[in-house]
Nanobody, 116 residues
C-alpha cells in the first residue's frame, strides 16, 4: 500500500489549501484516513481523522479544516481554510486501522508554509 500526499505550498495567512492523499494498493474503504503534521522542532501531532461514523479534528484546526474522501478516486483530502502561521508544518496522510490508534501506512509528507 502506498500513500502519495500532495498539494502543499507557500501561502499567506488567511488563504486556503487543499491537500490530497492518493492511495494505491488497497481500497480506501479498508481504513480510516487521517492527517498529521510536524512543525520544526516539534513532535508529530494529530490533525484530523475520518471514520465512516464521522470526522474528528484537533482543537487548533476545528472549524477551519475539513477532511474528506473520494472512494471513486481512492483519494483523501484535507481542505484547509483561514490558514495561520502556526499551521506551518510538514503534513502527512495516514491510513489508520479501524477502531484503533494504529497507523498502518504513512504518506511521504507535503510542506505547508503560511506567511504572516
Amino acid at each position: 500500500v502506498q500513500l502519495q500526499a500532495s498539494g502543499g505550498g507557500l501561502v499567506q495567512a488567511g488563504d486556503s489549501l487543499r491537500l490530497s492523499c492518493a492511495v494505491s494498493g488497497r481500497t480506501l474503504s479498508s481504513y480510516d484516513m487521517g492527517w498529521f503534521r510536524q512543525a520544526p522542532g516539534k513532535a508529530r501531532e494529530f490533525v484530523a481523522r475520518l471514520r465512516w461514523s464521522g470526522a474528528f479534528y484537533a482543537d487548533p484546526v476545528e472549524g477551519r479544516f475539513t477532511i474528506s474522501r473520494d472512494s471513486a478516486k481512492n483519494t483523501a483530502y484535507l481542505q484547509m481554510n483561514s490558514l495561520k502561521p502556526e499551521d506551518t508544518a510538514v503534513y502527512y496522510c495516514a491510513a489508520l486501522r479501524t477502531n484503533t490508534q494504529s497507523v498502518d501506512y504513512w504518506g511521504q509528507g507535503t510542506q505547508v508554509t503560511v506567511s504572516s
